[in-house]
């Protein structure tokens, strides 16, 4: 079992709120990623970190915006909630591999926040 | 257009049997092949992963294969036991890029049945 976290599992909550999705590891990668999943659909890409102070968009466009302040936390930011981010939200990392590419490595999944917007 | 494409997208077998599920997939330059399993309400979990250089990887009761000429692999399960219910998901890494761009298939949903 990988140990990179997600809080919460589930999140129901109202239009316009503000919301934070938690993703810590304590594997000490350097990678980090954050997916959206609907359901029978292929996971897309919206945020990825090469390490602290490090962000950038994915392939999927996101209204939410990331922070990588420490290695082990990569939290997710959504301002103002609206319907269309009812999703599945996927918190992943990967090591490097020691040789700065790391593209054999795998990639370790949280357990993802289901989030529904009412 | 860089594309994974998975089949069945489902299958329903009884346990003890042996199953195969198919990838296809586009995405060039290749760099990797992975087959994940992702059970109902959790993340994705590494099964295998392939290189150019490599045809086939087991882990277990699962065996991959991969064919870089045609682009397409397989994952044979053997034995099948209800544990193994889940979404297959094969992703394909190309070498665009440092971080390895991922391409994600969509999925086969296997059923075991007692």
């Known amino acids: 079992e990988a140990d990179i976290y997600q809080t919460p599992r589930y999140l129901v909550i109202g239009t316009g709120k503000k919301i934070t999705l938690e993703c810590s590891q304590t594997?000490?990668?350097?990678?980090m990623y954050w997916y959206q999943q609907d359901p029978g659909m292929e996971l897309h890409l919206i945020h990825y970190?090469?390490?602290?102070?490090?962000?950038e968009k994915g392939d999927l466009s996101s209204e939410s915006t990331v922070s990588r302040i420490r290695t082990e936390h990569f939290p997710l930011t959504l301002e103002s909630a609206r319907p269309s981010h009812t999703s599945q939200y996927l918190c992943?990392?990967?090591?490097?591999?020691?040789?700065?590419?790391?593209?054999?490595?795998?990639?370790?999944f949280g357990d993802g926040t289901r989030l529904s917007i009412l | 257009k860089n594309q994974v494409e998975q089949s069945p997208q489902s299958l329903i077998i009884l346990e003890g049997k042996n199953c195969t599920l198919q990838?296809?997939?586009?995405?060039?330059?290749?760099?990797?092949l992975r087959w994940y399993k992702q059970d109902t309400g959790r993340g994705p979990v590494s099964l295998t992963i392939?290189?150019?250089?490599?045809n086939t990887k087991s882990n277990g009761r699962y065996t991959a294969t991969l064919d870089a000429d045609t682009k397409q692999s397989s994952l044979h399960i053997t034995a099948s036991q209800l544990s193994d219910s889940a979404s297959y998901i094969c992703?394909?890494?190309?070498?665009?890029?440092?971080?390895?761009?991922?391409?994600f298939g969509r999925g086969t949903q296997l059923t075991v049945w007692p």
């Open positions: 992703v394909v890494s190309d070498r665009g890029s440092t971080l390895g761009r991922l391409y």
């Open positions: 992943a990392s990967s090591d490097d591999g020691g040789d700065g590419g790391g593209d054999n490595q795998p990639q370790h």
């Open positions: 594997m000490g990668h350097d990678k």
């Open positions: 990838c296809n997939y586009t995405v060039s330059p290749f760099s990797n």
């Open positions: 392939m290189t150019f250089s490599e």
């Open positions: 970190s090469y390490g602290v102070n490090s962000t």
